[in-house]
């Protein structure tokens, strides 16, 4: 096979790959296709792979027998660890690994664009490093996968309980930022002048890490999934411009397809908080889940406890009732319960829906996946604009381990850090049910105004040992 028959080969892979990333990214749109979806785009980067190999099998690349065993062994270490975080780490751990991905995508196409700004300038002829064509998406590479990387490593702690969930005000505040970033600018502006200067790129590199870090300490737990969006498209950008640096079309496309669908995610997700990015990056709210607050402040209620008895007969007896997941379903891994308890209302002749929050808990469509996990129909998963005029008509809304996003304060309190940010409406149901462990606030650190309403009752147990309570007082009615 000569070398142009094979390069043709090898563009028409590429073409599949990047078709395979295209629909599969259509398909995630809907929680019925997205399993297919991912399938999907895992197989397009796996004939992008094959195409890679096959290339530099040709002898074209050059390859030597060292680097095709590092090849080798990178993809046995990678493929491994990636197989095994995937089948091994918990639902609730799922966003922390998810920022793990993010800073190892980000890191890894950095470390592309420094690559090969180091060998082209020990090479002697440094004119392409002249270039715009080559200088600018190296040092957008460099800075945007440096900002990941650390900005990554610093939300998948405050996740995962590693550094506090509280914003951190960082010494010298938002004038390090700034600094940093002001450094990072120049260096730019002196590459993209045409100086040739390894010391500069690393000058570069310094800032964009610390960057990364500076930006989002400062950053409140509340606001975590928007910054997981956010840094998602950061990572797509920065592949991108890897792939422009080394001139790899599958690495363009790939990349400004996860870093488009990123920012648009991202702005939906702080529209549901109805804040701008901009605000949520100059300093989110939010001191972690943990605190204990007695009643919502101002409302002068107390909180009516309820027993598994009393919710089995409103359940068993209603017409229609709304389950609201939140991140205490995940804590306690109890969605096999809730669906469990979902069948047997069904099973009564009880219409089940369920809410999904857009930011209820720590990513983007962390519910979805919690509950399609427990083969919850999808059709039952209502977007909050499509259920909120459902909760007046729902004899029972059913809180499961959902705080913030649930708390009537965004609504009727203007001193509230919430306020104005959409909320179920679940206050409006003829009858709310709380499942929660404790009075303890939610990740925003603010009480919830919900829990002190006189229709409001509160269950007091752990999700999972709650829900199943719940499945054997109604199988008793």
Known sequence: MNAQTLDTIVRLIYLLAAAGFVFGLHQMNSPATARNGNLLSAGGMALAVIATVLLLASGSGGVSSTAWLIIGLGILIGGGLGLYTARTVKMTAMPQLVSLFNAVGGGAAALIAIDDYIRLSSGGDVSELRSLQFTIPTVLDVIIGCVTFTGSLVASGKLQGLIPG?????????????????????????????????????LIIAAGLIFGITMVLPIGGADMPVVISLLNSFTGTAVAMAGFVIGSNVLIIAGALVGASGAILTKLMANAMNRSVLNIIAGGFGGGEGTVGETARGSGGSVREVSADDVAIQLAYASKVIVVP??????AQAQHQVRELAELLESRGVVVEYAIHPVAGRMPGHMNVLLAEASVPYPQL????????????????LVVGANDVTNPAARSNPGSPIYGMPILDVDQAKSVVVIKRSMGRGYAGIDNELYTNPKTGMLFADAKEGLASLVAAVKAV
Do not use: Q, W
């Open 382 to 397: 209502k977007e909050m604009d499509e259920i909120n005029p459902e909760f007046p008509r729902a004899d029972v809304a």
């Open 326 to 331: 939140g991140y205490g379903l995940a804590v």
């Open 166 to 202: 509280k914003p951190i005000v960082v010494p010298g505040g938002r004038i390090i930022t700034f600094g940093v970033a002001a450094v990072a600018a120049i260096g730019a502006l002196y590459l993209f002048a045409g100086n040739v200067s390894v010391p500069v790129l690393f």
